[in-house]
């Protein structure tokens, strides 16, 4: 060994490995020297030996790409040709490496210049260190700094969405307060004038004149009411995702005449005119006749609402293409720009001020966009600005082949102006007692049971040809009655109606499972019943 040590030193003129081998042999650190030209490993240690996997030797004479094949790739030959032709000191930090069994492994590399004996690079020195632990350490730590970073930025996100979920429930619950109070205030009107009503009935006496103005009244009142109910009620239907279209194919003239004529009363009593325009030929959709008619009775009523006295309405529809556009424009107070968009949004009302003054929900519009969206279609609001009036413009999509389908369809025949047989059955007496009265003077032959179980023994009894059954009932409920009388051998000509508070689509299942034929929902308009008891079947025994 001291001999091999000795000779380079003697003679100053060095051989190549000899003097690599004299400097590093036992060094821990792996080391190969190359030749700065082939890159043909000339020398390594036992250290180099081992990092790489290789046995003593069987390395020289061959490519230094040979024992480290990721050279090529991460740069370690370049720099290699780069210190041979500089002869300067050049490092390669933390270069990944596969490994057998594969594990990560991370190598660093030092490369000097090996001179030769004419003072000019023969080759190069390589060190290579395994930074495997520092590496994948410092690694790690900038994962977790990523991690971190990542974090704190989703927190920060994270705060925000709680912000605006906070300013939304803020929102949400002061929009409920404010509409549980306009609601409140909204019934309470009509019940203040129901009540005064009653007692201008009862001090009238017999003044004609005044009993009937105080009628009138009234009549417009419980409509008023009815209808406040009826909104709160799709609006639950609609949130609860109950709501469901009972689509037939209608003539939308005839749905836009009966809005038209049902806008009457608000038109009027604001001193309106209102013109009608409609398509000279049949427009048929496939729609739910009374839904469809909510949408523009409310845009009529709004329309009518919403105008300085003396205003014009203007009603009007015409087809374009497969659409029909529905235009109900105004001349009255106009929507600011600001407010546009947000009108059709649940509970919002533009002047609280002029809104108090015309009595409304702030619900019309939401259910107008619900059940346009419901029947496939879209609804806008236009405006100029406050003073300049408004369009509501809805399009409708046109049922498909309209006139092979030849309108609606043709309803049975009917036994109209006939004298009936009626049972009411309601264990609200007062219900009961007037809704008989009120057939009896429509010249009907009525009779009133107050629970079940008298429902069930009149029917025996009085085989009526129409039975109007409350479903909550004492001792035997409405259901349970409706099956009995069904169970009886004279039930099945029976007309069952139900007369309920409930009209979800399930309750209409229930009673429909019951054996009843129809479901009302109370308070029943007395015109409905009419056309009800018209249209029943011919008279049964
Ligand atoms: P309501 O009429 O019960 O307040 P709506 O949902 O029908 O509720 O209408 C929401 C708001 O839109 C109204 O309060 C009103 O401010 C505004 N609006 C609706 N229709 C018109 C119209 N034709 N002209 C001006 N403003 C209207």
Redesign the pocket.
């Known amino acids: 060994m001291m001999t091999e040590c000795d000779t380079p030193g003697a003679d100053h003129t060095p051989d190549f490995p000899l003097l690599c081998r004299y400097l590093s042999e036992r060094s821990p650190q792996p080391m190969v020297a190359v030749d700065g030209t082939t890159h043909v490993v000339t020398y390594f240690n036992h250290a180099f030996a081992r990092l790489v996997g290789r046995e003593m030797n069987d390395l020289v004479g061959r490519p230094f790409a040979e024992a480290v094949p990721e050279g090529e790739a991460n740069g370690c030959l370049a720099l290699l040709d780069r210190v041979f032709r500089t002869g300067t000191h050049e490092k390669l930090a933390d270069q990944e490496h596969h490994q057998t069994p594969p594990r990560p492994a991370y190598w660093s590399y030092s490369m000097w210049a090996i001179l030769g004996a004419d003072e000019r690079p023969a080759g190069v020195m390589i060190q290579v260190t395994d930074a495997t632990e520092t590496s994948l350490f410092r690694r790690q730590g900038v994962a977790m700094n990523e991690a971190l970073l990542v974090s704190a930025t989703r927190q920060h996100e994270l705060a925000a969405e709680a912000e605006a979920l906070r300013g939304r429930l803020q929102a949400a619950v002061h929009a409920r307060d404010h509409f549980i109070a306009v609601a409140s205030h909204e019934l309470r009107n009509p019940l203040t004038a129901l009540s005064t009503g009653l007692q201008l009935l009862k001090v009238a006496g017999a003044d004609p004149a005044t009993a009937g103005t105080a009628r009138d009244m009234m009549e417009r009142q419980l409509k008023q009411m009815v209808r406040l109910v009826d909104d709160l009620l799709d609006l639950s239907r609609i949130t609860t995702g109950k709501l469901e279209l009972r689509k037939e194919r209608v003539d939308l003239a005839a749905v836009l005449r009966d809005a038209a004529e049902a806008s009457r009363p608000l038109i009027d009593r604001g001193g309106h005119t209102l013109t009608v325009a409609l398509p000279p030929d049949p427009v048929w959709l496939d729609a739910d006749p009374t839904r469809l008619g909510q949408i523009f009775l409310?845009l009529l009523n709004?329309?009518a609402?919403?105008s300085e006295p003396g205003g014009h309405v203007r009603l009007s529809a015409g087809r374009d293409g497969g659409e029909v556009v529905v235009r109900v424009r105004?001349t009255?107070?106009?929507?600011p720009a600001t407010h546009l968009p947000h009108?059709f949004d649940i509970f919002?009302?533009?002047?609280s001020s002029?809104?108090r003054a015309?009595g409304?929900?702030?619900?019309?519009?939401?259910l107008v966009k619900e059940f346009v969206g419901l029947h496939g279609g879209r609804v806008e609001a236009h405006?100029d600005g406050p003073g300049t009036g408004?369009e509501?413009v809805v399009r409708l999509p046109v049922a498909v082949a309209a006139a092979a389908a030849g309108g609606p369809t043709a309803r049975p025949e009917t036994a109209r102006g006939s004298r009936r047989r009626v049972l009411v059955a309601d264990d609200n007496r007062d219900a009961a007692d007037s809704l008989a009265m009120l057939l009896g003077y429509m010249g009907h032959d009525v009779r009133a049971a107050y629970d079940g179980e008298a429902a069930l023994a009149a029917a025996a009894a009085f085989r009526p040809e129409l039975v109007l059954m409350d479903l909550g009932m004492p001792k035997m409920d409405g259901y349970e009655a409706a099956r009995r009388i069904r169970a009886e051998p004279w039930g099945g000509a029976r007309f069952l109606v139900a007369l309920t508070g409930w009209g979800a689509d399930d309750d209409r299942e229930r009673t429909r499972a019951a054996g009843f034929d129809r479901h009302l929902v109370k308070p029943v308009d007395p015109a409905a019943l009419t056309t009800l008891i018209a249209e029943l079947p011919a008279a049964s025994p």
């Not at 009255?332 to 929507?335: F, K, R, S």
């Not at 409304?360 to 939401?366: M, P």
């Open positions: 409310n709004n329309a609402k919403y105004d009255g107070i106009g929507i009108v919002v009302q533009v002047d002029w809104q015309q409304g929900l702030g619900i019309g519009l939401s405006s408004s509501f």
